[in-house]
Each structure stands twice: as structure tokens, then as C-alpha cells.
T-cell receptor, first 108, second 114 residues
Framework: QKEVEQDPGPLSVPEGAIVSLNCTYS??????FMWYRQYSRKGPELLMY????GNKEDGRFTAQVDKSSKYISLFIRDSQPSDSATYLC????????FGQGTELSVKP | EAGVAQSPRYKIIEKRQSVAFWCNPI?????LYWYQQILGQGPKLLIQ????????DSQLPKDRFSAERLKGVDSTLKIQPAKLEDSAVYLC????????????FGEGSRLTVL
């Protein structure tokens, strides 16, 4: 079993839709939870960062962490074509482990 | 603030040849990472430096890969000899702190081994 599991997609939605991206993990030592966004032929950039269970909101983005279920989510409201990218979950607990990434396409 | 700089952006080599990638992190960032990202996969850590010292190189194939960070700033990753399966994007990242996951990535060096 991989330490971090992420559905690779691809996921295609119409502009304005609500997008839900998810990851599960197996290592209870993970303390920090991140979402990175990676545009084609670019390096990943940090999008959201959370330390504990609960929700964190930043504009159209909401990150949710449920440590009891070992499950994290990223919600994107009012999705835009500019949100089209690969979204990588990442977790830190002595070592940073990335998920496989979910490729998202938002169609105008 | 200048970002993480990497070069070259693209490199094509024959198998068994050697290649080197260079990284200049964000000024003042003590921690530097090299990741390997194979197409369709998430980045995999190859090596982590804290200043001049190696923190983690457990996933670095040491028979063919080497990395150094002289004077705690720039870093070089070398592959010799290259194999077909080394075709990937090599990402350099830096961080002001080494244990929170807040990394700043460069654009990557895309390697194709023929």
C-alpha cells in the first residue's frame, strides 16, 4: 500500500463547477498537509497548507483535513479555465511525500 | 524575490552518457531538495540538503547519481551513466525551514535518455 493515494483522473468539469479533489494516507506521523498546483511544464507551486484537522479557506479554495479518517480534500468553487492543472497532495511527517497528482481540466 | 533557478531546461542524451543539472535556490533558504518526477507521477525525493550537509539521500541511486551543495548555496545533480528509466523531470526546490513541507520549486530540467 502506498503511503499516499490520489486518484490520477483526468477530471474534466465545466466552468463554474465545484471541484473536489481527494487523497488518503496511511501514515499517522504526517503532521502537515499541503496542496500543490502544477501547470504543464512548470514546477509545483504551493496552493494550500494546513497543520491540523479542520478546514482552511483561501478565496475559491478550501482545504479540509480529517486526521481520524486519514483523508484530505481540496475544494475549488466557481472553477475557472485557469484552474486547469495537475493538483498534487503532499504530506510531511519527517519526510515530504507527494501523491500521484490529479489532472484537472476546466472547460469554458 | 527571485525564484529557484535551474538549468538546463531540456537535455537529450544517449544511454550510458552522463549529464549534470544545476540549481540555485532562493537566497537565504537553508534547505535544498532534488526531486525526480516521472511522467504521470508525483515528485519523488532524491536528496535533501540542510546547508552543506545531507539530511536524506535514502532514495538516491548512489551507483549512478551524485549530488553536491558547495558552500551551502548552489547544487549540482549528476547522473553517470544514464539509463532509459532516468528519463524524467528533475526538480530542485528550496525551503526556509526543513520540516514543514513549504517548498518553492524551480521549473525543472527535463531529461530524455535515448
Amino acid at each position: 500500500q502506498k503511503e499516499v493515494e490520489q486518484d490520477p483522473g483526468p477530471l474534466s468539469v465545466p466552468e463554474g463547477a465545484i471541484v473536489s479533489l481527494n487523497c488518503t494516507y496511511s501514515n499517522s506521523a504526517f503532521q502537515y498537509f499541503m496542496w500543490y498546483r502544477q501547470y504543464s511544464r512548470k514546477g509545483p507551486e504551493l496552493l494550500m497548507y494546513t497543520y491540523s484537522s479542520g478546514n482552511k479557506e483561501d478565496g475559491r479554495f478550501t482545504a479540509q483535513v480529517d486526521k481520524s479518517s486519514k483523508y484530505i480534500s481540496l475544494f475549488i468553487r466557481d472553477s475557472q479555465p485557469s484552474d486547469s492543472a495537475t493538483y498534487l497532495c503532499a504530506m510531511e511527517g519527517g519526510k515530504l511525500i507527494f501523491g500521484q497528482g490529479t489532472e484537472l481540466s476546466v472547460k469554458p | 524575490e527571485a525564484g529557484v533557478a535551474q538549468s538546463p531546461r531540456y537535455k537529450i542524451i544517449e544511454k550510458r552518457q552522463s549529464v549534470a543539472f544545476w540549481c540555485n535556490p532562493i537566497s537565504g533558504h537553508a534547505t535544498l531538495y532534488w526531486y525526480q518526477q516521472i511522467l504521470g507521477q508525483g515528485p519523488k525525493l532524491l536528496i535533501q540538503f540542510q546547508n552543506n550537509g545531507v539530511v536524506d539521500d535514502s532514495q538516491l541511486p548512489k551507483d549512478r547519481f551524485s549530488a553536491e551543495r558547495l558552500k551551502g548555496v548552489d547544487s549540482t545533480l549528476k547522473i553517470q551513466p544514464a539509463k532509459l528509466e532516468d528519463s524524467a523531470v528533475y526538480l530542485c526546490a528550496s525551503s526556509p525551514k526543513g520540516d514543514t513541507g513549504e517548498l518553492f520549486f524551480g521549473e525543472g530540467s527535463r531529461l530524455t535518455v535515448l
